[in-house]
């Protein structure tokens, strides 16, 4: 674990551009998915549940997550490279988790990208089970 004093907050408007930079550089974004829609969409819906965590004035970690009252959901969690492997993955897990246990979800689903071994062992090393018996289908209702 790290020493390094973090704060875990709200995401604010004005971290937009530092939270867009730092899912570039973790490869969060994708041509399909505008990350600045992706931020203005959430900050219509549970806004208080997209966190930032911050080290010296620095935002070094993100994660939204959402409870529709059946299931909770994890997006965007990103740890900057440089400060990966040191906890704060599981700093910002643990808090969210918390968040969406006080709402009262029982159960949190999260996508990872089959191909993404180290995103995988992450969350094996939290206790996430790998759901081998569920596809995941996508319908795109407003093209971004």
Same mark, same amino acid.
């Given at each position: ?17 530092? %939270?867009?930079?730092? =899912? ?7 041509? =399909? ?7 203005e969409r959430k900050l219509n819906v549970q806004?208080?549940? /997209? ?9 070094? &970690? ?13 997006? +965007?969690?990103? %740890?900057?490279? &440089? +400060?990966?492997? $040191? @906890? +704060? ?8 988790e918390q968040e969406l246990l006080n709402k @009262? ?16 062992? /992450?969350?094996k090393g939290l206790h996430y089970d790998e759901?081998?018996?569920?596809? %995941? /289908?996508? $319908? ?5």
């Open positions: 674990m790290s020493e390094e004093q973090y704060i875990i907050r709200p995401f604010k408007l004005e971290d937009k551009n530092s %939270v867009v930079e730092l =899912w570039k550089i973790c490869r969060l974004t994708r041509p =399909w998915n505008n990350p600045e829609k992706d931020i806004s208080e549940m /997209f966190l930032v965590l911050e080290i010296q004035g620095s935002i070094i &970690g993100s994660v939204m997550a959402a409870y529709d009252g059946h299931r909770g959901v994890i997006n +965007y969690l990103a %740890v900057h490279p &440089g +400060y990966q492997k $040191k @906890g +704060y993955g599981k700093i910002l897990m643990t808090h969210v @009262g979800c029982p159960k949190i689903n999260l996508l990872v990208r089959s191909d993404n071994l180290n995103v995988k062992r /992450f969350y759901q081998d018996d569920v596809k %995941v /289908f996508g $319908k795109r209702l407003i093209p971004d």
